[in-house]
């Protein structure tokens, strides 16, 4: 269940563009011109700090009118509201929104903005440029979205990169790593809930095999992970529980600084339980000493029309606070607003 | 360009639904219970073998206008006529066609018949199947269809098999087959123009070094075949022949009785010279001792509304005789006049 909330009554595309864009006019730096900018910190020595053109309400007000708007609408709904204020303005709203705002809160405005698609492909190709640890991306995105949502990011992704996404998560990981994310982020798969039990039990075995000859990197491992129905990965699984006495993931842990390993957990964690996964990781990234704004945001942003009534439920009962308060005591600002605003704080 | 001819003014598809039925109905075997097959062959006894009931050309004049109708209709068309077929007789279409046609003109009738991306995953899961000469009919798939095409085969298979077939195809092989088949059935590739000059030379450098050292399966070489846009495999093939002196076939020619190379050489020539591939093709299931009807049927069934006219074209120049003729040469009786209509023999 989505966190979103959108209010009974929404404005008119047009209108929503119009308050948008009046935000941003509202704001002296609006012209970015090194002239309007000089000219700003000039008028700063002779103005008041209260004067009302500086005042941080006031500031505070346009970027509160953006999280108003935006944070409480639909993605069908913030489709509309760019192409309109696109054909009003002859700009494109992203572009503005990214003159305007800065740091967590930009990025967090931004990714919300885009198309669900459009951000995953955004999100993705972004992890093909980073450090290894960005293959959670991409393994993020190929296991909790559903077949056809990642065929669209697929599709956003050739529009937008003029490449494939599988060809771009090839090129840039290599070894065991390439084995596992090339098929996860090529798979489409069956989305019924089906199950063979004789298929559940013998792939079962196959990674009990596998696994106990520490052979993690198998290549049955990675065909029963990346191609079987969520479903049927999921009887497998059962299986091996009820055969061998542990849950998989629990067989898994044997070596502690095996990246390949974790992800290999991750994989299956975001494959069954998704919510757990997520809970898993917002806990990680408020936790650790210095937020991981990035983590939180891409949960944020990707979740809140998707389950993050489920994921706020998880983390609610994992950690004994909710996921409200302890967002709170960790981020500050428009920042701090935007996300509380997308997993349902408040009003809408 | 397609060989399909289809007449300037078509019958609206409940006439065409009519005419087929009118012609399985004028065949006495179309209520195929035991009874009425006994009732047959004592008619049978009892007439005259002129009898206009039992005459060949009756036979024929059913058949003969089955392939007036569904030869000359394009996909589009076909669907319609299913799709009326259905509601007036409440019956399947397919199955009908199926009861009263036999052997390899049933199956040239049924796989035309069939929508072009229920069809490819029809042969899919039959090659499937199949031993490993079927990996042909998987690339074939993967590699001749256009990327959005290939993903509709992927969807009518999630719709007819209840699997998807990225996991078929992982599950029937092994080795090198498998790592090569499932990314080729698994990928979207990007389908601009657009080519990468800097990447197309050292990607032919790799090719260069793996083929030198008969690394042929390497991981780096299903990359680039598998995920590559085909105007980019084509542009590090042309850079490979420039800069060691060979197409990159001839240097995949080294042992002779390897399948695994075959099948690589058949993917590239697949991927960069379709109409080359198939008069291939053609060429051998036709001139092989005893006709290879299968590969005959599924290149024309699955060509003759895509690029058979290039394909024609092709064959021709190859082999000094046209298609046409060779197909007459080597085939008989009502499958002949279908692959021959397909082909675009005659008038619509």
């Not at 913030?78 to 503005?96: H, M, T």
């Not at 800065?102 to 999100?123: K, Q």
């Not at 990675?222 to 969520?230: F, G």
Request: a negative charge; glycine letters at 4%; one cysteine or more.
């Amino acid at each position: 269940m989505a966190s979103l909330k959108v209010p009974a009554s929404v404005p008119p595309p047009y209108e929503d563009a119009e308050q948008l864009h009046k935000a941003f006019e509202g704001d002296p730096l609006h012209d970015e011109s090194i002239l309007s900018f000089r000219y700003f910190f000039l008028l700063r020595l002779f103005v008041d700090s209260s004067d009302v053109l500086f005042d941080a309400d006031r500031w505070g007000t346009n970027e509160g009118l953006i999280i108003s708007i935006l944070a409480h609408r639909n993605a069908a709904q913030r489709n509309l509201i760019r192409k309109v204020y696109a054909e009003a303005y002859g700009q494109d709203l992203l572009k503005d929104l990214d003159k305007e705002l800065s740091s967590d809160f930009e990025r967090a405005v931004l990714l919300w903005t885009l198309d669900p698609a459009e951000r995953d492909a955004y999100l993705a190709n972004e992890a093909t440029k980073r450090f290894s640890s960005s293959n959670w991306v991409l393994m993020e995105i190929a296991c909790s979205r559903s077949s056809h949502d990642l065929f669209k990011v697929r599709q956003a992704y050739h529009a937008r990169y003029k490449k494939s996404l599988e060809e771009d998560v090839a090129y840039h990981t290599t070894g065991d790593f390439r084995k596992l994310l090339v098929p996860l982020v090529s798979a489409f798969r069956y989305e019924g809930e089906e199950v063979n039990t004789i298929l559940a039990k013998s792939e079962a075995k196959i990674l009990h095999e596998k696994i106990s000859a520490k052979a993690y990197s198998d290549e049955e491992i990675i065909r029963i992970l990346t191609t079987r129905s969520k479903a049927q990965v999921n009887a497998t699984l059962n299986h091996y529980n009820n055969a061998f006495g542990n849950a998989i993931n629990k067989n898994l842990k044997e070596e502690a600084d095996n990246d390949f390993l974790k992800l290999l957990r991750a994989t299956i964690k975001c494959l069954t339980y998704p919510e757990k996964y997520f809970e898993k990781l917002l806990r990680l990234s408020i936790k650790k000493l210095g937020t991981d704004e990035r983590a939180l945001t891409r949960v944020v942003t990707t979740r809140a029309e998707v389950d993050m009534e489920r994921i706020k439920e998880e983390y609610h009962r994992r950690n004994s606070v909710t996921l409200d308060r302890d967002i709170a005591g960790d981020t500050s600002g428009d920042y701090e607003r935007m996300l509380l605003a997308l997993i349902g704080h408040g009003d809408a």
